[in-house]
C-alpha cells in the first residue's frame, strides 16, 4: 500500500520555524517529482495552494513566490523522505500541508504546481502559526 506521511506540524509564533517531514512507504519514491500544497482554514481540498517541489535527483526546486527565501525543500531518497523548512512564519502560512509524489520528472513550466499533476497524497500535517 502507497503511503506518504507527513509529520512536523504544530503551534509557533511569527517568525519561528519547523522542519516538516514526509515519509514514504509501498513503493519507491527514489525517481519522483515531490511536492508541498497547503490548505488553509475554510479552503476547498481543490484550492490546495503550491507551497514547493523538487526533482527525483533534488537538484531541481520550484517555489511558490509567497514562500520564497523562507522555506526550503529537500530529500533524502536514501530514508525515501522529503523535507520542507519553513522559517519565517506568518500568521498567513497557517494551514495543513500536504506533501505529494508525481513519478514523472520535475516539469517547472509551472505543471508541478497543478495538484493535478500528482498522483500520490498524505494525510497532511497542522500548521498553525500565532500573531
Known amino acids: 500500500q502507497v503511503q506518504l506521511v507527513e509529520s512536523g506540524g504544530g503551534l509557533v509564533q511569527t517568525g519561528g520555524s519547523l522542519r516538516l517531514s514526509c515519509a514514504a512507504s509501498?513503493?519507491?519514491?527514489?525517481?519522483?517529482?515531490m511536492g508541498w500544497f497547503r490548505q488553509a482554514p475554510g479552503k476547498e481540498r481543490e484550492e490546495r495552494e503550491f507551497?514547493?517541489?523538487?526533482?527525483?535527483?533534488?537538484?531541481?526546486?520550484y517555489y511558490a513566490d509567497s514562500v520564497k527565501g523562507r522555506f526550503t525543500i529537500s530529500r533524502d531518497n536514501a530514508k525515501n523522505t522529503v523535507y520542507l523548512q519553513v522559517n519565517s512564519l506568518k500568521p498567513e502560512d497557517t494551514a495543513v500541508y500536504y506533501c505529494?509524489?508525481?513519478?514523472?520528472?520535475?516539469?517547472?513550466?509551472?505543471?508541478?504546481?497543478?495538484?493535478?499533476?500528482?498522483?500520490?497524497w498524505g494525510q497532511g500535517t497542522q500548521v498553525t502559526v500565532s500573531s
Open positions: 507551497v514547493a517541489a523538487i526533482s527525483w535527483t533534488g537538484s531541481s526546486t
Open positions: 505529494a509524489a508525481a513519478p514523472r520528472m520535475l516539469d517547472v513550466s509551472g505543471r508541478c504546481s497543478s495538484p493535478g499533476w500528482y498522483d500520490y
Open positions: 509501498g513503493r519507491t519514491f527514489s525517481t519522483d517529482a
